[in-house]
């Protein structure tokens, strides 16, 4: 079984940065010939609806939330099956759970970056870890 594994959360003051990092478990996709075609992350604020907040696909294209534009920065190490978000100049309102999620398929081709508008395109999901931002 796949897993994502997240890690890199914690507490932090407004204008400070975290790294969070999801790794996929085992990286060999227990030997099956599988096509990562798309990964994501999303948050959850305490008592609010999951949001999205980046992606990036199989061609390296990416894309961000207008909340973290600017501020957030997405990125991926293939050969080590690792998904990372920097996070600069956290806000308050950056405080949520944040999951980890992942399109594997085994079959090509992947979808398009427009189609990756909703989590349920993730097939693939993070225990998430807690970041919190005090003023």
């Known amino acids: 079984q796949v897993q994502l594994v997240e890690s890199g959360g914690g507490s932090v003051q407004a204008g400070g940065s975290l790294k969070l990092s999801c790794v996929i478990i085992p990286s060999n996709f227990g030997g099956y010939n599988v096509n990562n075609c798309g990964m994501a992350w999303y948050r959850q604020p305490q008592g609010k609806e999951r949001e999205f907040v980046s992606l990036?696909?199989?061609?390296?294209?990416?894309g961000l939330s207008d909340s973290v534009k600017g501020r957030f920065t997405i990125s991926q190490d293939k050969a080590n099956h690792t998904l990372y978000l920097q996070m600069n100049s956290l806000k308050t309102e950056d405080t949520a759970v944040y999951y980890c999620?992942?399109?594997?398929?085994?079959?090509?081709?992947?979808?398009?970056?427009?189609?990756?508008?909703?989590?349920?395109?993730?097939?693939?999901w993070g225990q998430g870890t807690q970041v919190t931002v005090s003023s």
């Open positions: 990036i696909i199989r061609d390296g294209t990416t």
């Open positions: 999620a992942a399109d594997l398929s085994l079959t090509l081709p992947c979808p398009a970056f427009g189609a990756y508008n909703s989590p349920a395109m993730y097939n693939r």
